[in-house]
Nanobody
Framework: VQLQASGGGLAQTGGSLRLSCAAS????????MGWFRQAPGKEREFVAT????????YYVDSVKGRFFISKDKAQNTMYLQMNSLKPEDTAVYYC????????????WGQGTQVTVSS
């Protein structure tokens, strides 16, 4: 499975951005997909996840109520709608996919930069 993330950019505080992650290859093997982010000088952190064959989602507390993860299985694409952006959301965002409920070791896309200005 190959993952291609896009949609990053520059936003002002309070603004919105939508990230996309297009999956290709053996997408039938996907169990779940998710978004992670890494800010400068910090470790990569989990942001949100969605089951590929179900509707369950889960978010890190810091983005609950502001970020919304969704998918379009027909397009093999996952999205992250980011609203009410804060400067602390500035990071490189990565999409990932797992074949089971493991440790996110299976598939990773390249990062897309999100910068939120104050």
């Amino acid at each position: 499975v190959q993952l291609q993330a896009s949609g990053g950019g520059l936003a002002q505080t309070g603004g919105s951005l939508r990230l996309s992650c297009a999956a290709s290859g053996r997408t039938s093997s996907i169990y779940r997909m998710g978004w992670f982010r890494q800010a400068p000088g910090k470790e990569r952190e989990f942001v949100a996840t969605i089951r590929w064959r179900a509707d369950s989602t889960y978010y890190v507390d810091s983005v609950k109520g502001r970020f919304f993860i969704s998918k379009d299985k027909a397009q093999n694409t996952m999205y992250l709608q980011m609203n009410s952006l804060k400067p602390e959301d500035t990071a490189v965002y990565y999409c990932a996919a797992d074949r089971n409920a493991g440790n996110w070791n299976d598939y990773w896309g390249q990062g897309t930069q999100v910068t939120v200005s104050s």
